[in-house]
């Protein structure tokens, strides 16, 4: 029985792993060099805060997800010897402007109500703040605090994917894309943009923005569109950011990542000096001191975003053995697509409950 | 805030080929911009010109003496010169972002003119990021620059500059302690068959054979066909050792200098998304241009060495050939006018280039060079080795951008510059693809570090202008 | 090791600055890079991680390794311009605390 996954990006890596520790065979096909690739510009969050306001569900399939990485995390390290630095010491989420923080402590109320009380969070004034982080400007407010946030070398976490797959009896077929996919008697066929095609009793469609065109061919709808975000890195410095927030995290190698822009512009993934420049200014509100550091990269990425902003997991109802899986938060989930998806694909009976995220939502 | 007058012509890179089409655009009453990074015109060729001494001028000889009275001549026109301007992001729409003195600002051209030359071909050996190993180039800008002379130094590599540095060095009263040069008999003879179409170039030539005579009259040291080059020191270089004909040769110095050709530098180029060739003799990219110099954008044209290596008089024909047609194009002049004024100037350009087959042929670097092997570095700014790159492929790599997400080469605050080729070469032999295929890094914002509180600046104008 | 064709022995033509504290004397219109080397300095910084050392290697604002640093900003020492009184650092290493981090 060959599973063939359509994407190999860190979502299509995450199960196909997950599939393989369960003994299945799998192939996964990968795109080009210059694809659209969320896994290569995401920001590297493993994150909780804030996540599932309205949907409790994926509020507590993120927090599965996050309490499954440290052990995931090992496992690919032992695995593979990358060491993907992991961090999971809690997140900020900083603020300048009164209105926001107060709209966020009643989020995150709302989720503490949500989940019956089950969610820990803490709100720091300016000065709370300060002790803990001492660089912290006189524009920042307060902030929100949330234990159970963290973050990783997204990187580090694609590459061990791609060993761990490989060590595991995974073939990966990289750099030549994927334009059909169809249904034949003994499963799926889909044919590369190299003309060489490929058999398999089952598929799963984890190709991020590419499901726009293959989803129907599957009987998916597949209602999903790219949202621009753009980020930046500086140079090295010493370390002195020791927690990761939504837009700003001093990563394992030194640079401050801040990030990240959202804009509806299609496939469109050029960064732009405006964008950047707000995000600078950002950086300098919350901490003062990085107006003499040196930005060295800034880039754009696409976001695979749903209507609701949600993950679709979706049976084909027209094509049995396919399977639809898309977010915009590979990172986080990572974990829970490798422990806990695969006995869903499967229709196992340890399989998560993961009907709130099927597409028939968006059927109007 | 006053809105900045639009200039017609920006011209990025003042050495030759930005000079020269700075002046030709003025000179028909455009308005024109020119940024450069260093304080005085020249660029690198052409490094200090208008500040040099006469004793300066004795040393470099008349190849650079000879750009005088282009950088002289950008005085006397009207052009808008921004030295000490850092060019940082270059937009297709004709927005132009750069720093001078610590001010970000951005500015719009209806079009703009690439000049930004070459830089020295990546020289990846074992212990090439030592302190005390250098460019050749590098040498030659100490000296253009400050007077400074390296002492007791060893030049390694292959190429005309190589022999012209070396001459200068003797010239200034410090000649090399030796040359080891990597080009092998069958180069020599392989250039051989090229010799005919270089011939419209005999003045070159003779000035090349003219070096060569006054390095061997200085007694240097010259060991030719070496192989397996190889920089010794812990801290710092202490040591080069190497290989001719079987035998291994170590020689002590604490200054080496490298040279293997240089390349176009396609940063701006690649960040524009233009469209790039591979260039099978060179072993390089360079942006698609065509005859007028005009680029796969028609608001955007490339001139001299950022367009193929031709040197520096090509790259001053063709600056004025591309601000002429640029000039055209904005309807400023007339396809007639560009036609006629330009005419000789191809024709000039086309008996200039012709020595470039011999060169390219003659002076090829080695393999072991444009695809090192083993724990040698590829990328100097994130110390990533030749081992770590071919790595990656076996873990499914077939192009720069995956290489670069899963070592970090490229990603350091040169932006992948030394180390773009030398990836795109190794991804090429491992995986049997065509570095055509294989393609290059993509490049992004900033082109040059950039401060956030200069880059902040931006944001703050924009709001200023949306709010008022 | 460089050093200059005409040594600049005139007093009244000398700028002088400091690097690490150290007292350098050069000629106006000299870049930092060109007068730490004409002062005998090989290395400028050390590599953030490794901490390997690395001194100019182009010397036209291309390759980033004569990072030092100047009223708290990196820069390019063979594109800055010595000043009268510049005080010129090496980058502080990065001491990356990562035990911190759990």
């Known amino acids: 029985m060959t599973t063939m996954i359509i994407g190999g990006g860190v979502v299509g890596l995450s199960v196909a792993y997950g599939l393989l520790k369960q003994g299945q065979d799998v192939v996964v096909l990968d795109g080009a060099d210059g694809d659209f690739r969320a896994s290569r510009g995401n920001f590297g969050l493993v994150w909780v805060q804030g996540k599932g306001a309205g949907c409790v569900e994926y509020s507590l399939w993120s927090r599965r997800s996050a309490g499954l990485w440290a052990s995931f995390a090992q496992e690919l390290q032992d695995l593979t010897g990358f060491d993907l630095k992991l961090v999971q010491t809690g997140g900020f989420e900083y603020f300048t402007i009164a209105a926001e923080l107060e709209n966020q402590v009643a989020k995150l109320l709302a989720l503490r109500n949500a989940s019956n009380g089950d969610y820990t969070f803490e709100v720091l004034d300016n000065v709370a703040l300060k002790k803990q982080i001492p660089e912290i400007g006189p524009k920042v407010l307060g902030a929100t605090y949330c234990p159970e946030d963290g973050h990783v070398n997204p990187l580090f976490l694609l590459k061990a994917l791609s060993s761990a797959v490989q060590k595991k009896g995974g073939v990966i077929h990289t750099g030549t894309k994927v334009i059909d996919v169809t249904s034949t008697d003994a499963g799926f066929m889909v044919v590369l943009e190299n003309g060489k095609q490929l058999n398999g009793e089952k598929v799963v469609l984890s190709a991020g923005l590419g499901a726009i065109d293959l989803g129907p061919k599957l009987g998916f709808r597949a209602p999903i569109r790219p949202q621009q975000g753009q980020l930046m890195v500086t140079e090295k410095l010493p370390t002195f950011l020791y927690h990761p927030s939504g837009t700003l995290r001093q990563v394992n190698e030194g640079g401050i990542q801040i990030g990240a822009s959202k804009a509806e512009l299609g496939l469109h993934d050029v960064e732009d000096v405006l964008t950047i420049a707000g995000l600078a200014r950002h950086a300098i509100d919350v901490f003062p001191h990085l107006a003499k550091a040196k930005m060295v990269r800034s880039w754009a990425a696409l976001r695979i975003m749903s209507p609701d902003g949600l993950p679709i997991y979706q049976h084909s109802t027209t094509h049995p053995g396919a399977t639809f899986i898309t977010c915009h938060s590979g990172i986080t989930l990572a974990a829970a697509h490798a422990e806990l998806l695969p006995d869903w694909i499967m229709n196992n009976n340890a399989a998560p409950d993961l009907s709130v995220f099927n597409e028939g939502r968006f059927d109007v | 805030m006053t809105p900045p007058q639009k200039p017609d012509l920006i011209v990025i890179g003042a050495g030759p080929a930005g000079l020269a089409a700075a002046s030709q655009a003025a000179g028909h009453g455009a308005k024109v911009m020119l940024l450069d990074e260093q304080s005085a015109p020249g660029g690198q060729i052409y490094r200090n010109i208008l500040s040099a001494s006469a004793q300066q001028d004795t040393i470099l000889g008349s190849d650079y003496t000879a750009g005088r009275p282009l950088a002289a001549d950008i005085d006397t026109k009207s052009i808008d010169c921004r030295p000490n301007a850092t060019v940082w992001k270059v937009g297709t729409d004709g927005a132009v972002t750069f720093n001078q003195n610590g001010v970000a600002q951005q500015v719009y051209g209806s079009h703009i003119l690439l000049a930004t030359g070459a830089l020295e071909r990546p020289i990846p050996l074992p212990g090439w990021t030592l302190p005390g190993v250098m460019t050749a180039g590098a040498a030659q800008i100490l000296l253009k620059t400050s007077g400074l002379v390296a002492r007791d130094a060893v030049l390694a590599g292959s190429g005309p500059l190589l022999y012209l540095i070396a001459a200068q060095m003797i010239a200034a009263g410090r000649p090399p302690k030796a040359m080891i040069e990597t080009q092998t008999s069958g180069q020599f003879y392989g250039a051989m068959s090229h010799i005919g179409g270089a011939f419209p170039c005999w003045k070159q030539l003779l000035k090349g054979l003219k070096l060569i005579a006054k390095i061997r009259k200085a007694g240097v040291a010259r060991y030719k066909g070496a192989s397996n080059i190889e920089i010794l020191g812990i801290k710092r270089a202490e040591a080069i050792s190497f290989t001719v004909k079987g035998r291994t040769h170590r020689i002590d110095t604490d200054t080496v200098l490298l040279h293997q050709g240089v390349v176009p530098n396609t940063q701006i180029t690649r960040s524009l998304g233009l469209k790039h060739r591979w260039d099978e003799k060179q072993r390089c990219f360079h942006p698609i241009t065509d005859a007028f110099g005009q680029s796969s954008s028609k608001n955007i044209s490339i001139a001299g060495d950022g367009a193929g290596i031709l040197g520096a008089k090509v790259a001053e024909y063709s600056g004025r050939i591309a601000a002429s047609n640029a000039l055209a194009l904005l309807d400023i002049i007339t396809s007639t006018t560009r036609d006629k004024e330009t005419r000789a100037l191809r024709r000039s350009r086309r008996k200039e280039a012709a020595i470039r087959p011999f060169l390219d042929a003659l002076y090829a670097p080695p393999p072991e060079i444009l695809r090192p092997k083993g724990k040698t570095i590829v990328c100097r700014c994130e110390e990533v080795t030749a081992d770590d790159i071919r790595s990656y492929v076996a873990l499914g790599c077939k192009g720069p951008n995956q290489t670069k997400a899963f070592g970090r080469s490229g990603m350091g605050p040169c932006q992948g510059r030394y180390c773009g080729a030398t990836v795109t070469e190794i991804l090429a032999e491992e995986t049997g693809i065509h570095p055509e295929q294989i393609g290059s890094y993509r490049i992004r914002a900033p082109l040059k570090p950039v401060t956030l509180g200069e880059l902040a600046s931006l944001a703050a104008v924009s709001e200023k202008e949306i709010t008022s | ?102």
């Open chain 3, 1 to 102: 090791m460089f050093d200059p064709i005409v040594p600049n022995t005139d007093p009244n033509a000398q700028v002088h600055f400091t690097f690490d504290g150290e007292s350098i004397y050069t000629a106006p219109n000299t870049s930092v890079a060109a007068a730490l080397l004409a002062a005998g300095h090989t290395w400028f910084r050390q590599m953030p991680v490794s901490g390997r050392q690395r001194g100019p290697f182009c010397m036209m604002g291309t390759c980033f390794d004569c990072l030092v640093e100047i009223d708290g900003i990196t820069v390019q020492a063979c594109v800055t311009t010595v000043t009268e009184g510049l005080n010129v650092t090496r980058v502080p290493q990065m001491h990356l605390q990562e035990g911190k981090f759990k």
